[in-house]
T-cell receptor, first 115, second 114 residues
Framework: KQEVTQIPAALSVPEGENLVLNCSFT??????LQWFRQDPGKGLTSLLL?????REQTSGRLNASLDKSSGRSTLYIAASQPGDSATYLC??????????????FGKGTLLTVNP | DAGITQSPRYKITETGRQVTLMCHQT?????MFWYRQDLGHGLRLIYY???????DKGEVPDGYVVSRSKTENFPLTLESATRSQTSVYFC?????????????FGSGTQLSVL
């Protein structure tokens, strides 16, 4: 059974700092991995999706990397801002794709960026 | 408005009652999903649907029923609510099961079973 772990559970940084969030998974046979952001009381917003054959994806100040063989992904946030404060979750989709859409989520990292 | 809408936003009910949570999307996405989010467990898939009249169980389907008579609607019914079903429920959709398809979430329904 796939297990997804996110460390640390919470992170507090000063504004302007570059930071890395970690996601590890036990079964390397994945189809893709997504990083989501969740604001308090809201749903999840997909930030980046990395396909199993890709090494990284970038969107603005965000960069996500994937090392499938070691079962790890990182989300790098450059020049953090108070508006980046949220919970960040990663989710993996099982290998084989097609109709197998049962994502496994990590429990998230709560990020606080202090002004 | 375009998007994925969940109703109600908040619901309080009693044990043993039947409760239906609604989910409506305006994109005609083929895939729709129901998740529950609990402290200590994270997000867990309850049911999903690949198209109208096609549904399948997720990780925690017991005590829940779904239907999908129309592409845009995917209601979730708790047949006889229990306190363990107190949770935040999220509906999500995806256009296809393709390689690069992202999941789009609704804002959630906070359900309390007393």
């Amino acid at each position: 059974k796939q297990e997804v772990t996110q460390i640390p559970a919470a992170l507090s940084v000063p504004e302007g700092e570059n930071l890395v969030l970690n996601c590890s998974f036990t079964d390397s046979a994945i189809y893709n991995l997504q990083w989501f952001r969740q604001d308090p009381g809201k749903g999840l917003t997909s930030l980046l999706l990395i396909q199993s054959s890709q090494r990284e994806q970038t969107s603005g100040r965000l960069n996500a990397s994937l090392d499938k063989s070691s079962g790890r992904s990182t989300l790098y946030i450059a020049a953090s801002q108070p508006g980046d404060s949220a919970t960040y979750l990663c989710a993996v989709r099982p290998g084989g794709g097609g109709s197998n859409y049962k994502l496994t989520f990590g429990k998230g990292t709560l990020l606080t960026v202090n002004p | 408005d375009a998007g994925i809408t969940q109703s109600p936003r908040y619901k309080i009910t009693e044990t043993g009652r039947q409760v239906t949570l609604m989910c409506h999307q305006t994109w005609s996405h083929s895939y729709m999903f129901w998740y529950r989010q609990d402290l200590g467990h994270g997000l867990r898939l309850i049911y999903y649907s690949a198209a109208a009249d096609i549904t399948d169980k997720g990780e925690v389907p017991d005590g829940y029923v779904v239907s999908r008579s129309k592409t845009e609607n995917f209601p979730l019914t708790l047949e006889s609510a229990t306190r363990s079903q107190t949770s935040v429920y999220f509906c999500a959709s995806s256009e296809s099961a393709g390689w690069g398809e992202k999941l789009i979430f609704g804002s959630g329904t906070q359900l309390s079973v007393l």
